[in-house]
Each structure stands twice: as C-alpha cells, then as structure tokens.
C-alpha cells in the first residue's frame, strides 16, 4: 500500500513540476512578472523528482534482480 502512496504523490508532484514550467514558460512570453523564478522553480523541482525517482526505481530493479536469482538457484537445485 505504501508503494502505491508513493507512486501517486509521485506523479502529482511531476504534474505540479510540468504545470509551473508550463506557466513559466506563459509568463515570460507574455512579460509578466515572477515569470523567470515560476519556469525555473518548475525545472529544479523536476530535475530533483527525477533523481528521486531514478534512485527509487534502482531500488526496485535490483530487489527484482535478487528474486530472479534466488529463482534460478531453486530451479538449479531441484535439477
């Protein structure tokens, strides 16, 4: 259950990241104010979500990684 609380935080956070350089990006072509620190507070908060979810997914590969091989082990000694 934790996972999956997780995994959805995850992705509401990556949209509000997406949403704030989207308006960003709307409000440095319009020349509105605040529009630089808005787009570059949705690409930081991106880049750092990402490195996030880039360590979380090593994670998980390699937790898959060792159950295949305690898998393998099994099927080799029942041979």
């Not at 990556?14 to 020349?31: C, E, N, T």
């Not at 996030?52 to 159950?67: D, F, G, H, N, P």
């Amino acid at each position: 259950m934790k996972d999956k609380q997780l995994e959805k935080l995850m992705n509401v956070l990556f949209g509000v990241s997406a949403l704030l350089v989207l308006i960003g990006a709307f409000f440095k072509l319009q020349h509105y104010p605040n529009g630089s620190a808005i787009l570059w507070i949705g690409f930081i908060s991106g880049f750092v979500l990402y490195n996030i979810e880039i360590a979380r997914l090593k994670k998980v590969i390699k937790e898959l990684e060792q159950k295949i091989r305690k898998g393998d082990k099994k099927s080799e000694e029942a041979t």
